[in-house]
């Protein structure tokens, strides 16, 4: 037990996948892995372990932001063991070449700042996702004839977002979307020597003002969830 993960030594499997909705974490877990159990539900972030194709798989809800994920990644690398963490989660798309329910791959996350900030001080650190992760992931959406992007993405720290200019600097950088996790995901992982990734799938467009409904937003889910599954044990 640690102070967030309830779950036993042993009960959280080397291999994470993180959505940031404690419901998703259920719903995959439930959809997608074989005798998925409870292995946490402290604050309702639930957290499930079962096996894919035979393979140990934990799914942990994260919670939104950075401070929230950041205390379930160092939790789950530091005191159990965790190698290969992978974000599942929606973004924002950046460039009007990326459409609604595109599937990107997030080679690296920019930011304003991140919780590792305070170690890092006045190093522009470069986050960026593990080099066979992100091929394996490439490889899986083609052969599933996913619409697949890979690049760079910005991690905000906020969803309300009243400074416009930063999100147009981004897109004119090249920026593909925005989401709020992937930076600390990346640079906790460096740290401790783990592998990661953030698969995510385009919920909306920030310069359509587009959004997926509700219903569709599950279906592109799983073929996130199955992209993610495919690259971690590839
Ligand atoms: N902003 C930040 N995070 C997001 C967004 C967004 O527009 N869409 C999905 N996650």
Redesign the pocket.
Known sequence: MTIHIGADPGDIAETVLMPGDPYRARWAAETFLESPRRVNEVRGMFGYTGTWQGHPVTIQGSGMGMPSLSIYANELIRDYGAKTLIRIG???AMQSHVKLRDVILAMTASSISTPSRGILRELAFAPCADWGLLKAAWDAAQAKWTMVHAGGIYS?DV?YDERPDLNEQMTRHGILA???EAAELYTVAARHGARALAVLTV??H?LTGEALPAADRENSFGEMVEIALAAAFA
């Open positions: 929606s973004c924002g905000s969803f925005v989401e709020m919920s909306d920030l």
